[in-house]
């Protein structure tokens, strides 16, 4: 059972973030303040959602929320600053998009870099114990997904359509076969080690 909020005192925004571990794509981040009554009895970290559900509660939070936003930082820039700094860069610019200041962020994870002055909670599994992170989870992951699947009609031989850029067998053959696009993160050294010729 998700708990709602981490206390009561403080406007609370939950943080996540969606594809820090893909090969290709953008990493997404999602802000969200929910009211005190918010309640969804599917609402669950996104990874144990399927994605019929994902958009359903896609539409429930964006219609119940206090406040979301959601912001992504490309493959380019994954590739100048880091995956794990482009994952916080995204959440703060999901936070700055807000238009109600938190007083309190609780980040999914172990890690974060301190957004202004809002004192934040890292929470591991968060989004599988707090309502507010299990929200943005939702919001970064079916955002992400939309626009892998608006990608893959440029690159289909890719497969993001079903992989979402993640390196599944077919997206790693694909990659062997037709190198890696404008899209994929060069800096993940996803490309196959070449073998010398003797």
């Not at 957004?115 to 929470?123: A, D, G, L, Q, S």
Request: charged share 25%.
């Amino acid at each position: 059972m998700l708990q709602t909020f981490f206390q009561n005192k403080l406007i609370e925004a939950g943080c996540d973030e969606a594809g820090r571990g893909c090969y290709a794509g953008p990493v997404f981040a999602a802000s969200v303040i929910l009211p005190k009554n918010f309640f969804h009895p599917l609402l669950n970290d996104s990874k144990q959602v399927n994605e019929k559900k994902r958009n359903e509660l896609r539409s429930f939070i964006e219609q119940n929320a206090l406040d979301f936003a959601v912001s992504m930082i490309d493959n380019k820039e994954i590739d100048t600053i880091n995956i794990l700094k482009a994952s916080f860069k995204a959440m703060h610019k999901a936070i700055n998009k807000l238009k109600h200041t938190p007083q309190l962020l609780l980040i999914d994870g172990n890690r974060f870099i301190p957004y202004k002055k809002i004192p934040h909670h890292c929470i591991v599994k968060g989004d599988a114990k707090f309502a507010s992170i299990a929200a943005a989870s939702i919001l970064a992951k079916t955002y992400r997904d939309e626009y892998m699947q608006k990608i893959h009609k440029q690159f289909p031989e890719y497969d993001w359509i079903n992989n979402k850029g993640y390196g599944t067998l077919k997206h790693r053959k694909a990659i062997e076969q037709f190198g890696l696009s404008k899209y994929h993160r060069k800096s993940f050294n996803i490309l196959p080690l070449q073998l010398k010729l003797l």
